[in-house]
């Protein structure tokens, strides 16, 4: 409680006051990224200029978080978890819109964009200083995006490829 009123440069009495202890405030804190990243899915496209760096920036700021979604997925089922399914839904959207590489099923599209989710932790882990560790999340970025583009997605009508 106090490294995170430290950081968003409030008082902990502050931070009290919107979270009774640290399992609520990581409840608030998980529900907030899962709508970040539930985000990416939607059909209206991400809010953020640039999902692939947004993704890898949270494992530099956040890796706690992003392991614990991934360890969360592992032990559960695939099925019911929310960001699959957003991912799920967004991939057939884009199989029906001829977006998606022919033979590719939704639900493994889904999947191996959270598992890129992994390996942005690792790659991150890279570095080893904070400045390296940025670079490093730069250039998965980067990566990803490649290897989304150049393998599962299809450019919009009108977009060059990647």
């Known amino acids: 409680m106090d490294a995170v009123a430290k950081e968003a440069g409030r008082t902990r009495g502050i931070v009290y006051h919107h979270f009774a202890d640290r399992a609520e405030l990581i409840t608030a804190a998980r529900a907030h990224l899962y709508d970040q990243l539930d985000d990416l899915f939607s059909s209206r496209g991400p809010a953020v200029a640039d999902a692939y760096g947004f993704v890898a920036g949270l494992v530099v700021d956040s890796p706690e978080l992003i392991l614990t979604y ?93």
Not at 130 to 144: G, I, L, S, V
Request: hydrophobic share 40%; no cysteine.
């Open 70 to 162: 991934i360890h969360d997925l592992a032990a559960g089922d695939p099925r019911e978890d929310r960001l699959i399914q957003s991912g799920v839904n967004h991939f057939r959207e884009m199989a029906a819109a001829g977006r998606l590489a022919p033979g590719t099923d939704p639900s493994h599209a889904a999947i191996a964009s959270a598992a890129m989710w992994f390996a942005a932790v690792v790659t991150v882990n890279l570095g080893r200083t904070p400045e390296e560790r940025r670079q490093q999340a730069q250039q998965f970025a980067k990566t990803y995006k490649t290897l989304m583009e150049s393998g599962l997605i299809r450019p919009a009508p009108g977009k060059p490829e990647a």
